[in-house]
């Protein structure tokens, strides 16, 4: 739900949420000069307030620690 483009020096972030709440936004660069292609630094956050969508959409919640630890993956006995 997230779009990133640049223009020059400028990145446009465009966000679509899917329901209302709060959401993080983190977003990380890589800072000038770094040789390594894989390192990137912590650049902002925000803190996005959404009272309404324009399309809600459903997303199921997800388990907690202790329910994940009681469920089983993979193949089942037969």
Do not use: W
């Amino acid at each position: 739900f997230i779009n990133l483009t640049s223009e020059g020096s400028i990145l446009l972030v465009y966000v679509s949420l899917p329901q209302p709440g709060q959401y993080g936004l983190d977003i990380f660069a890589r800072p000038k000069g770094v040789a390594d292609s894989n390192t990137l630094s912590h650049a902002c956050k925000y803190l996005i307030n959404c009272t309404k969508v324009s399309s809600y959409v459903n997303i199921s919640k997800m388990l907690s620690p202790s329910d994940t630890r009681r469920s089983k993956f993979g193949p089942t006995a037969a």
